[in-house]
């Protein structure tokens, strides 16, 4: 204990020594500035400082105007290299390399204090809290609106020749694919007999091997040795998603997919309370289930039977309420806007708009476009600036203003201010992602309410007054993360331009050194140009420079007695 308490002590006293040091620092520099000027001055007889300037005169008085030119154009090449350089890292890292250096090697030799420390527990809890939301909100989903790779996605790549999806979404499906598809125990169930070929073979076991496969055709052709074993489910999913050139042929797949998965679904029900390998199975064949029903209705809705699409997702609901992941309200939300059946939306965001359950861009738009339709079709900024706004259009506008801080990204794409891309198959929510999703199916729902999209466009701007510069803190959300912008251009394809919140400002020394290079550029080309003249101007900016100082020194000499300066200059 001696010892513990004789190294707090030393450390007790490095830490004053070093609080010591740093205050000097703080507020002593200018008085050691000062006194180390008078010493230059008391000494600049012995060091011969006036004769050493004398020199350095002739010297400069004999450079022909050749060298001021090399010398401006070479500092105009070098500040503009750092420009290049310093505009490069601000691109590709969203900092100032020369600001990222100072703060984190020159702040700590000076005495800075770091500001993200804690400095007790309760503020170390509190960014606990605060990281937590941060890795919370920056969270992938799955896309619960995303498209059918064969029928829509590798469309678009045949005609455009253009990639819609990147390497790093693709991979999150599979790992999606292996998540709800496989278990670990598929091995271990019992072989089925083939009806083909009376082989024993589990077709589970090609299907483990085509959900980790990069290879398309490879996945494709594992699918079908599955099949040719026996039914299976999943492989009819992948060939239905992946395989199908058109919706109508991924529908007859996934109706294939559904008689099969049934099955198996029943078989694993009966046998999910004998232990934990049969229990992991059934809810392997649950999600199974859901997913096929749930694919099933998106292509009725896409083939135009909208009214059958929404039954059969009520009916999904119904039967697996807690199955939430899959997130089929948002499917449902879309399909009865297609029918304009306005009050079974509003009964479903009754449900689903709860402060208790994460929001989304469908979730936070579709209340707004609700209360929108209730004012937008007799909405006018004039006679609203004259009047002022009613009841039922400052509920339309608090509505808009809680979308568009929830997702600030979406208004451009509904207004058609910036276009629009192939959704893709996850989402980053409150990001740019998520608002290609949210606008490339809904779109159309705002354009049918008349007067929708003028409201928004007169009003979404007015959100960035309420929110604090710079999102420390959020309106009525939390901050908006920061992470989006990085996760974004991981998920959307590199021809598109990420929308990127807040804008970021144009770092200090970007400004710095282009104003640097631009100066000193125009100075060698003045130099070059007007010799004469340049070197005029450059002596009486010198000398315009030094008067000051000159006149300091006179009223010193003439103030202090001659004696006194004799004196110390003996000294």
């Known amino acids: 204990m ?12 490095a830490e004053q020594l070093k609080s010591c040091i740093v205050w000097s620092w703080t507020y002593l520099w200018t008085l050691w500035f000062f006194l180390m000027l008078f010493l230059v001055y008391v000494l600049r007889v012995p060091l011969k400082i006036n004769d050493n300037l004398s020199t350095v005169s002739m010297f400069l008085n004999t450079l022909t105007p050749k060298f001021y030119v090399a010398l401006t154009g070479t500092s105009s090449l070098i500040s503009g290299l750092i420009l290049i350089f310093e505009w490069w890292y601000f691109r590709k890292y969203g900092t100032s390399f020369i600001e990222q250096v100072s703060v984190s090697h020159l702040r700590p030799l000076l005495g800075g204090v770091d500001n993200t420390a804690p400095s007790n527990s309760t503020s170390n809890n509190g960014d606990t809290d605060s990281n937590r939301q941060s890795v919370s909100e920056c969270k992938v989903w799955r ?38 598809f496989t278990c670990e125990t598929d091995h271990l169930r019992p072989a089925d007999a083939s009806k083909k070929d009376c082989k024993i073979g589990n077709p589970d076991i090609f299907m483990q091997k085509a959900w980790r496969e990069r290879n398309p055709q490879a996945r494709i052709s594992a699918a079908h040795e599955a099949l040719e074993l026996n039914e299976c489910a999943t492989a009819y999913i992948l060939l239905a998603e992946e395989e199908a050139t058109t919706i109508v042929e991924a529908e007859r797949l996934f109706k294939q997919a559904l008689k099969a998965g049934e099955v198996c679904y029943r078989r694993s029900q009966q046998l999910q309370h004998h232990g934990a390998q049969y229990e992991a199975q059934h809810r392997r ?6 997913y096929i029903k749930r694919r099933l209705a998106m292509c009725s809705r896409k083939l135009g039977r909208t009214r059958e699409a929404v039954k059969m997702m009520r009916d ?10 899959f997130n089929i309200h948002e499917n449902l939300l879309e399909a009865l806007l297609e029918l304009q059946a306005y009050a079974d939306v509003q009964a479903v965001l009754a449900k689903y708009d709860d402060i208790s359950l994460p929001k989304s861009a469908t979730i936070c738009y579709t209340a707004a476009l609700l209360k929108a339709r209730a004012v937008s079709d007799k909405f006018s900024p004039e006679a609203a600036s004259r009047r002022g706004l009613s009841t039922a259009e400052m509920n339309a506008v608090e509505a808009i ?6 997702n600030p990204h979406v208004p451009k794409y509904l207004l058609e201010m910036k276009s629009l891309i192939l959704p893709p198959e996850h989402i980053l929510k409150r990001g740019d992602s998520e608002a290609i999703a949210y606008a490339f199916f809904h779109l159309q729902h705002w354009k049918r309410v008349e007067g929708a999209l003028n409201l928004l466009h007169c009003t979404w701007e007015g959100t960035f007054r309420m929110i604090p510069y710079p999102l420390e803190k959020g309106h009525l959300f939390y901050p908006y993360p920061i992470c989006t912008e990085t996760a974004d251009r991981e998920l959307l394809p590199s021809f598109h331009e990420v929308s ?28 070059h140009q007007f010799p004469e003249l340049m070197g005029v101007f450059a002596k009486a900016f010198l000398s315009t420079l030094f008067a000051p100082l000159n006149f300091v020194m006179e009223k010193v000499e003439s103030i202090l007695p001659s004696s006194l300066w004799h004196q110390l200059t003996r000294i």
């Not at 678009?156 to 693709?170: H, K, N, S």
């Not at 203003?401 to 929830?406: D, G, L, S, T, Y």
């Not at 807040?502 to 100075?523: D, H, N, R, V, Y």
Request: glycine letters at 8%; proline letters at 5%.
């Open 2 to 13: 001696a010892e513990v308490g004789s190294g707090g002590g030393s450390n007790s006293l």
């Open 143 to 180: 896309n619960p609106l995303n498209l059918f790779r064969g029928a829509e996605y590798n469309r678009y790549t045949w005609v455009t020749g253009r990639e819609p999806l990147t390497y790093y979404d693709m991979n999150l499906s599979a790992q999606d694919h292996q998540t709800f």
């Open 285 to 290: 064949d649950t999600n199974v289930l859901v």
């Open 316 to 325: 999904l609901m119904k039967e697996f309420p807690l199955l939430s992941m």
């Open 401 to 406: 203003h809680r979308a568009v801080e929830f």
């Open 500 to 527: 990127v919140y807040p804008k970021k400002e144009l770092p200090f020394f970007i400004l710095f050194t282009a104003g640097l290079c631009s100066f000193t550029a125009m100075l060698a080309l003045l130099t």
